[in-house]
C-alpha cells in the first residue's frame, strides 16, 4: 500500500494565505465593491454598503485596499527576485571562487551586513525620489546580503563535500563543478530565502510608505496607514481605515514566516539536522 502524503499545516496555511492575496491583486476590477475614483461621504462607518466604511475622501476603503494589494505584492515579489539574484551570485561567488577572490567577494557581504538597512532605506528613498521603480531597486539594493551569507555557507558546505571532491579528481572544473551539481543543490536555500525576502520587502516598503518615501501616486497598504495618519483617522476614530491595511500586511508577513518553516525544517533533513537559514 502506497503511504498517503502528508501535508504540511504551515505550508498549507501560509500558501493558502499568499493564494488569497495574490488572487485579490490580479482580480481587484472584479472584487472590487466600488468604483475606486467614485467619492462618497467621508468617514463613514462600517456598514453593509461599504464594509469598511470610507475615508476623509469618501472613498471606498475595502475598494481601496483591495487595489493596494497590486503594488504591495509587485514591491515584495519583483524587490525579492532582484535581491535573491544578486546574493545568489555574490554568496555563490563568496562560497567557491579559491583564495583572496573569495576573500574579497565575503568581505563585500560582510560590510553590507554591518549597513543598518532601514536608516539606509530611508536616506537613500529620500534621495531618489519615491517613484515605484527606485522603491523596487532600494529595496533589492539593500536586501541581499542576508541571502548571500546563506547562501555563501551552504555553497562552502558543498563544495567541501565528497562529491565534490571526486568531481576534483575526475578532473572537472571548479566552474562546472559550481554550475552542474553545486548551484542545483541550493534550490532549497534559494527558495526559503526568496520567501524571506518577500515578507522583508513588503514590510520595508510598508515603512516606506508610511514616512512618505514611497510612490505618491498609487496607494499601497502601507501608504493607506500613512494616509490615514496623515488626515486625521487617529483624531477622528477611524480604526477601520488605520487596521484594516496593517492586518493585511501582518497575514501577509505570517505566511511567509509559515511557508519558511517548512523550507527550514526540509532544509535541516538536507543537511543533517543543521540549519543553513540564519
Known sequence: MPKKKKWNLSLVVGGGIVLFFVLVALLAPLLAPCDPH???IPYLRPSGEHLLGTND??????????YAARPTMLVGLAAAVFSLCLGTLIGLAAGALPGWKGEIASGVIQ??????????????GAYCGGTLVSVIGIIAALGWCATARTVRARTVQLMQ????E??????????????????????????SR??????????????LSFLGLGDAS??????????AYKRGGFTN???????????????????????????ESRGREVTGGRSYLD
Open 237 to 263: 476614530g477611524a480604526w477601520n481605515w488605520l487596521a484594516a491595511p496593517g492586518v493585511c500586511i501582518f497575514l501577509l508577513v505570517l505566511a511567509m514566516y509559515a511557508i519558511n518553516t517548512y523550507f
Open 57 to 66: 475622501l469618501g472613498y471606498d476603503l475595502l475598494t481601496e485596499m483591495i
Open 111 to 124: 560590510v553590507f551586513l554591518m549597513i543598518p538597512m532601514l536608516p539606509a532605506a530611508i536616506v537613500v
Open 166 to 191: 571526486g568531481f576534483r579528481v575526475l578532473g572537472f572544473s571548479r566552474a562546472r563543478i559550481v554550475l552542474r551539481h553545486v548551484l542545483p543543490n541550493l534550490q532549497e536555500v534559494v527558495l
Open 161 to 164: 563535500s565528497e562529491f565534490a
Open 218 to 227: 498609487r496607494i499601497t497598504w502601507g501608504r493607506m496607514i500613512h494616509l
Open 194 to 207: 526568496y520567501i524571506m525576502t518577500v515578507a522583508r520587502c513588503v514590510m520595508l516598503e510598508a515603512t
Open 38 to 40: 467614485a467619492m462618497g
